[in-house]
């Protein structure tokens, strides 16, 4: 089996704190892998040590099935992941100019960039928006222009962190269709959500962080029958009794 990313035995220290203890995920070619848990679980910091932008104090993280040795191969395995977070960064300029940033860093003819930024921006639904200025769109404008940015650079690993998290339903459902295209052109994707439904529609296998340690993992239907009881603290945690869980598994099923 391929794998895109692999975290073995992963632990971030920050100002003296834990955050992430022993994390062994592995992320596989052509997978979209949910990441849930409670708020300040660590989900975040997870990802950051996916992007290879967090070095983690122990353990090691494999891209294509290897370690970064150096700062040059860090810097050129960053440059095939595409990621947003989930306070988008807008850059200067006009949206244009923020979906093109890591094309024109890649060098790119300027009609390549064209034609790239163009698909990016209509797959996100906001085409016309080229001349605007990135800087007073919206949050959800923005997290879209993030979305465009990331998906213009074909990554061969997309992070979503908590991508649907300000948007209204409609756009919301608009990204979540989106996510579920680039899978079907096989994207490799990681996606952190605190919205269960959300989770159980869009990921192959699911992964429950908890103080920064993995509870469980899987896929969704061995996630309902867990007989773990952090699995169900978490579910309690979320205000939800299994038997919501299971409703939302079925109704997440039937409406996708
Ligand atoms: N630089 C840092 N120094 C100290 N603590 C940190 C640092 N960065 C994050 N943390 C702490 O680590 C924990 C995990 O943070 P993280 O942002 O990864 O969680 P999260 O699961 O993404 O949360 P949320 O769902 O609320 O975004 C939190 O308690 C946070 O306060």
Partial sequence: MVRTIQLEGVSIEKNGRQILTDINIEVRTGETLGIIGPTGAGKTTLLRVMD?????SKGRVLFKGEAPKNEGERLAARRRIGVVFQRPVMLRGTVYDNVAYGLRIRRLSKDEIDERVEAALSDVGLKGYERRPAKVLSGGEMQRVALAR??????????????TANLDPRTSYVIEELISRAKMRGMTTVVSTHDLPQAVRL???IVIIMDGRVVSSGSADLLLNSDSDDVRAFLHAGMLRPVDWRFIHEFARVSH
């Fill in 203 to 205: 990921a192959d296998r």
């Fill in 150 to 163: 990331a998906l213009a650079i074909s990554p061969e690993l997309l992070l979503l962190d908590e991508p």
């Fill in 52 to 56: 290879l932008i967090d070095l983690p």
